[in-house]
């Protein structure tokens, strides 16, 4: 009997066996057999057991009827739209829905939930979705293709505007709110609200423009408002003050980009009492007049924001008159001038200048410059030759606004609070980028006008919510580690397990799971 370590290079452990030699007759020589003991501490050199294998069990009665209930437990996803539901709790969305649609808003709600999960897929693949995915609702279950087809035809106007005015009284009563359109393509050659117009997409298709209105506080979008897609924007105004009537219009303040100037509309916000900050074009008369007035001293350096890079003047104008002539409406012109933009303006209209004098020397004119060639170009005959020289002078007075950007309002507050105010309307920008490609509506598929008003509105509550986590994301900086995409499908792999006996389990939720909810203002499932 002797002791035998044996090194084994890939485990890097030593190994100890016990050894015994036997004579074995048959083949006339000994033969080795080995037990082995266990492995040695490197540093103590005892001898420690090794992990005893597992031995097998046979499979009891009981043991077989735990293995039949495990098949009969349904496993489903469960953790982002466990969070899109809290979120319409908290945002009271199924409170205003349950109100506008008593007998429909649970079907609407989790066709909602299916649109920020599964944007890119048609409504027919709902039925195969919902069997692997949690939903709030039993009724989920009844909806096939057919259904959801006659579920968007009861949607009707009373109960739509019934949803926005619920969703109008949760704003603030001095807040802003912020107003834009977006173009929709249609394949449809049926819905009479798809003309052509002025594609937003570039599409050469019919369009719908959809006008969205948003909430400063909330950062969330409050109505909605389809119109015939060859209506401009600045024709859209009085719409939008219709869409308004039932609220005070001394707690309305709106806030647009310079595509719904008009002076009808200034005159019609201040008939109605309408507060409002407005983009404006530089070469507006009166606008140009404030510019002279700021002029000398707008780049002096109290007028300067270290913070936005650009100078700042605010002018009162008189422009706008009563029709009765007596007195004026008191408006703010806000002028911003950035010197870099202004080199860079001038860089671009030298470029173009020389583009149209070529074009002018050749005589291979361009449409859509007819303008250009008359304004900055004299034309000069000498001994029956026709040449061209710039009009300086013309030149000179276009380029004296170039680096200005102008903003007009009914209120006079300061200057960069303004700003700020202004550029937050970049919220919509980023709505309608989730409407068109998180939420897969650049272009309609629907052919009857009241599919159209049930399709709208589902995807607008789908809208509200993807503004929710948008905003989350922003706020908490989570933006920057992930997508919305990434941010549901890391809940999305939390399940919930559910049998017909023994009720619901949910499955583990990871620290990291955890972080996701709470940072972003939801209770995690517990």
Request: net charge neutral; charged share 30%.
């Amino acid at each position: 009997m002797a002791i035998e370590d044996v090194y084994d290079k890939k485990a890097k452990k030593t190994y100890v066996y016990e050894v015994e030699y036997q004579y074995d007759p048959a083949i006339k020589n000994t033969r080795k057999k080995r037990k082995i003991l266990g492995h040695r501490d490197p540093e103590t050199g005892e001898i420690k057991p090794n992990r005893p294998r597992k031995k097998k069990v046979a499979v009891t009665a009981n043991d077989k009827d735990v293995l039949e209930m495990a098949k009969t437990i349904e496993r489903k996803h469960y953790g982002a739209t466990y969070y899109l539901h809290s979120v319409a709790k908290n945002e009271k969305i199924i409170d205003a829905l349950k109100e506008s649609f008593p007998e429909h808003y649970e079907q609407l709600l989790q066709l909602a939930y299916y649109l920020v999960m599964a944007p890119t897929n048609s409504m027919r693949q709902f039925e195969s979705w919902a069997k692997s995915h949690y939903l709030p609702y039993d009724s989920a279950n009844k909806l096939t293709s057919q259904r959801i087809s006659d579920l968007f035809k009861q949607v009707d106007e009373e109960g739509i505007q019934r949803f926005f005015d619920l969703r109008m009284k949760q704003t603030k009563a001095k807040e802003y709110l912020y107003y834009d359109t977006t173009s929709i393509s249609s394949y449809s050659k049926t819905l009479p609200y798809a003309q052509y117009g002025y594609n937003k997409e570039d599409d050469k298709l019919p369009q719908i423009n959809l006008g969205v209105i948003f909430s400063e506080q909330t950062r969330l979008p409050i109505m909605y408002r389809y119109l015939s897609g060859n209506i401009p924007d600045n024709k859209t105004i009085t719409w939008l003050l219709s869409l308004l009537d039932n609220m005070s219009k001394e707690s309305i303040k709106l806030v647009m980009d310079r595509g719904f100037y008009s002076q009808d509309n200034i005159k019609a916000l201040i008939h109605h009492g309408i507060g409002f900050v407005m983009g404006a074009k530089s070469n507006l008369s009166y606008v140009k007049a404030a510019i002279e007035t700021v002029r000398d001293e707008i780049s002096d350096v109290e007028n300067y924001s270290t913070v936005y890079k650009l100078a700042g003047k605010r002018v009162k104008t008189d422009y706008f008159k009563p029709e009765s002539g007596n007195g004026h409406y008191p408006i703010y012109v806000y002028a911003y001038y950035n010197r870099d933009q202004a080199v860079d303006q001038e860089h671009q209209w030298n470029v173009e200048l020389q583009k149209r004098y070529k074009e002018l020397q050749s005589g291979e004119l361009k449409v859509g410059f007819e303008k250009d060639y008359k304004n900055y170009f004299t034309q000069i005959e000498e001994d029956g030759q026709i040449t061209y020289e710039y009009n300086r002078e013309n030149i000179a007075a276009h380029k004296r606004n170039f680096g200005y950007f102008i903003l007009i309002s009914s209120y006079k507050k300061d200057i960069w609070e303004l700003l700020s105010l202004y550029r937050n309307k970049d919220l919509i920008e980023d709505a309608f980028h989730n409407l068109k490609d998180r939420l897969n509506m650049r272009r309609l598929r629907v052919s009857s006008e009241s599919g159209l008003e049930g399709k709208l509105f589902v995807q607008f509550v789908a809208l509200i919510l993807q503004s929710y986590i948008k905003h989350a994301l922003d706020e908490t900086e989570l933006n920057e580690e992930y997508t919305q995409a990434d941010f549901l499908a890391s809940l999305n792999r939390i399940d919930i397990l559910t049998h017909t006996k023994y009720g619901a389990t949910i499955g583990e939720t990871t620290i990291a799971q955890k972080l996701l909810y709470s940072k972003t203002g939801i209770s995690y499932p517990e």
